[in-house]
T-cell receptor, first 118, second 110 residues
């Protein structure tokens, strides 16, 4: 089945520890995204990547880092510098540069990872 | 970047049409209107999008006013499973980013 997978679904970490959230897609999409969602809030963009080996900061990139070494993978590291890391993290992908009709570039979302820092 | 305004919440009776409004008065000529929904603790799900013509698919209809300053998402026969947060989004020109506001909480009641 084609889709986006995020693991684990629930993650607990102690304060001060770095933690890496996994995101994998087998849709052959060029673009991938990381969003954060807090209770009762909309999604906020952390980082996005249009193509392998390239990524851009979103609106709330401080305290996070990413890498895009492979097209299908876009891991997110929540560092100890992130002041309020407890949140629901969503990964998404879209055809991006591969889209023949640019406007039909909907994003497909993974199931999310709920991170709790104790 | 164009922003959207949606009501905080709405209720709808099961089996009735749910009409979710969205204002996007600063939308530019080549920006599309997208609708997503998010059921509790799941990832957002794409519903429909449009530029200026009304659109319909198996999930919903999208009505965009002639001046494009507002739109309405219509779920023709709402079910309890349609209870979710519905996001109206105007797509940014730069990159493929989508900016999500707070959305509308739709509660479908039996």
């Amino acid at each position: 089945d084609g889709g986006i997978t995020q693991s684990p679904k629930y993650l607990f970490r102690k304060e001060g520890q770095n933690v890496t959230l996994s995101c994998e897609q087998n849709l052959n999409h060029d673009a991938m995204y990381w969003y954060r969602q807090d209770p009762g809030q909309g999604l906020r963009l952390i980082y996005y990547s249009q193509i392998v080996n390239d990524f851009q900061k979103g609106d709330i990139a401080e305290g996070y880092s990413v890498s895009r070494e492979k097209k299908e993978s876009f891991p997110l590291t929540v560092t100890s510098a992130q002041k309020n890391p407890t949140a629901f993290y969503l990964c998404a992908s879209s055809p991006g540069l591969a889209a023949t009709i640019f406007a039909y570039n909907e994003q497909f979302f993974g199931p999310g990872t709920r991170l709790t820092v104790l | 970047d164009a922003k959207t305004t949606q009501p905080t919440s709405m209720d709808c009776a099961e089996g009735r049409a749910a009409n979710l409004p969205c204002n996007h008065s600063t939308i530019s000529g080549n920006e599309y209107v997208y609708w997503y929904r998010q059921i509790h603790s799941q990832g957002p799900q794409y519903i429909i999008h449009g530029l200026k013509n009304n659109e319909t698919n198996e999930m919903a209809s999208l009505i965009i006013t002639e001046d494009r300053k507002s739109s309405t998402l219509i779920l023709p026969h709402a079910t309890l499973r349609d209870t979710a947060v519905y996001y109206c989004i105007v797509r940014l020109e730069y990159g493929n980013k989508l900016v999500f506001g707070a959305g509308t909480i739709l509660r479908v009641k039996s």
